[in-house]
């Protein structure tokens, strides 16, 4: 019950022992074709440059930013936790000219101090985070596309702690780009990285395209302005998943498989049913955590359906009682980073663990260790306030 | 039985399917130190940085150049088949002054070439692929080491093609960095690379070393010659690996499962057993192809004991006659890349897959698809003449 990883959806784990085929048997692309249609429906989009990126959630945050960004291009990142520092380090490693905004942890930015901004610098590419895990908040984002769109600035978002728990449409909100994980509201494991790319931002990185030496014959395609991985070369990577099927890594099938299955069971409950699921989730467990008495951090009007961060009372040692919680009742709660390092416990409600079970057997242990470490509770008053929630939805 | 990926383990599979835990959880970090113990193993080194990097084979090897390479230096690249290119391309685009020496696809270097080109160029790094699968040879790296012992040069070399189906040990040869992948012998899926540096190696690297913002306190490392990515910055990812657990990447926690059973696999086997047994079985597939009366490609006293490239025999039409052995016998075989493209057919026993009855019914299968495209074929001379090798091995 942390902030992701979490436990995977059994059904994706099965998926996952499904024996290998090759990568260019007709089923093995079929299958990738497959997973592309698939996530289009995730991401919400008509983009047809939509794959998996094989490596964790930030294999493609690199990928989009190391293809999309040249040495000296100006990047606006507006930081509101942890992973906006990282899109800011990541930004800088490709010889990006960050400027950056920032607020503190727990809050997020108006889409005028953004636009401001973008007005200020004049950046080539806006790199925000959606859903912040470290925080819990979300950016709002539905302003910011048009603001994009009329500056000329090329759009980015993050959604590896947001994607399926929180309401979010790609092209609706006129991104250019976008990054996701499996770990979190997808319910399977970290290692594949789920993206989307506009028309726009495929013409800026096919621009960039080269055909690897081993493989390239008279005529074909180098690069003027090379991409600096050949790893994260998303122009490549487009040729491999494209009709062209140009070899470059060697697809890992059994994360392609995971991140299928994950994509097939959300297309299948409906992704506004999944989003509601999370927030009923969510909601009980907030309305628990607060029954036992325990302060919310973060702005209240942009929290996450999926992940609750609550402070640490006071005379307790935080790590001692995530100790308890894993040894002794087999629940893992999260920590957080940087400022709230020690002072906030981050809960999860999301993927498989988005359940009404996880939630009442998280509240009634999270009551028991509050009352062995000495802070006062109300007996039954987390699950005793998550059952009102629940009768409230009419499924308890 | 193609050139790989091929059909991963069932236990390796099954290992693959259980459930997550998070990723500080102490079992998972007994799993990671578990893993690295068997890696240790498997790669024949005492390395301490010996760890998975969360991506396919390349995610690997451009951990490895970029951690290594700072823009300006110059790296020294033997080529002889496909992944030679692949090499020079990921230095290139490092920012390394790539040199290359060159032999024909199918031919391997003498260490006295690679001893000239080092004197002439005094690269910082000789990066050479050990067995290439595009060309099915390895080149023989054991007086490489001293060389660059004696020059001050980095020695590295990719070994995703060759572990534990070919001889190889990381601290008798003198490696200072060896990258590898799951997909081939050891049995496992692709999205996963075994990695191992020496001191002298991962010194360089964490010379490097910066602590990322987003955890970053007071007094923590910020490098002046950072690493050009986040995700294959090395020094980062030896703190996630190594007891300080610096928070970098999610584990891909399933892959982990699968590296971790691979290896478990091949230590339970023993290293030389796994190593004998590849070469029985592409003994057996050698001599059975040579009694169909094919032609066999590459130099044979350096050709790897997991895969076989056959010439395509003049007058059929090779994409067809591997279409019929997919579609009508649901055995894959491999085509090749560059100059060998058309030429040549590649047919793997690797991992799994290296086994009698592989070998027999692909042989039987071949023999069928022969006679039906027009080739004339010795009725039984494939099959016979491993049965022969079984036979004299003492196990048929």
Chains 1, 2 share one sequence.
Not at 236 to 254: C, S
Not at 296 to 316: C, L, R
Not at 337 to 349: A, D, E, S, Y
Request: charged share 20%; aromatic share 6%; glycine share 12%.
């Amino acid at each position: 019950m942390g902030p992701g990883p979490i436990n995977a959806d059994p059904r994706v784990l099965r998926a996952m022992s499904a024996q290998l085929v090759g990568q260019y048997d007709p089923w093995m692309t079929a299958a990738m074709d497959e997973t592309q249609v698939l996530y289009r429906q995730v991401f919400q989009t008509a983009n047809e440059q939509t794959m998996l990126v094989d490596g964790t959630s930030r294999a493609g945050i690199e990928a989009a930013l190391v293809s999309l960004i040249e040495p000296g291009d100006r990047v606006l990142v507006p930081i509101f936790g942890r992973f906006g520092h990282l899109l800011r380090e990541i930004a800088e490693r490709c010889g990006a000219e960050v400027h950056v905004i920032e607020v503190p942890w727990g809050q997020v930015f108006t889409a005028t101090a953004i636009e401001t901004a973008i007005a200020s610098v004049r950046p080539k590419l806006l790199a925000v985070v959606h859903g912040d895990t470290s925080t819990t908040v979300a950016q709002p984002l539905d302003e910011l596309g048009a603001i994009c769109e009329r500056e000329g600035v090329l759009f980015y978002t993050d959604v590896t702690a947001s994607l399926a728990g929180n309401t979010f449409a790609t092209d609706e909100l006129g991104l250019d780009a976008v990054t996701a994980g499996l770990q979190k509201c997808l319910g399977g494991p970290s290692g594949s990285s789920p993206v989307t790319f506009s028309p726009r931002a495929a013409s800026v990185i096919t621009a960039r395209r080269s055909v690897e030496a081993g493989i390239r014959s008279v005529g074909d395609a180098v690069s003027a302005h090379p991409i600096r991985s050949n790893y994260f070369d998303l122009a490549m990577i487009f040729d491999y998943w494209g009709p062209q099927r140009l070899n470059h890594h060697t697809e890992a099938t059994t994360m392609l498989y995971g991140a299928r299955e994950c994509a097939r069971l959300l297309v299948e409950e409906g992704i506004d049913e999944a989003v509601a699921r999370h927030a009923l989730h969510g909601g009980a467990m907030l309305a628990g955590l607060r029954g036992l008495g325990l302060e919310i951090f973060g702005d209240p009007a942009h929290k996450m359906n999926n992940v609750t961060a609550v402070v640490i009372p006071t005379g307790i040692d935080g790590d001692k009682a995530r100790g308890a919680m894993l040894n002794d009742f087999g629940i893992e709660i999260g920590t957080s980073f940087g400022p709230l390092h020690g002072k906030v416990w981050r809960i999860g409600t999301m993927g498989y663990n988005a359940r009404k079970d996880t939630v009442l057997t998280t509240l009634s242990a999270l009551e028991a260790v509050l009352r062995r470490s000495g802070v006062a509770v109300t007996g039954g008053g987390g699950v005793g306030a998550a059952y009102e929630v629940y009768q409230d939805a009419g499924v308890a």
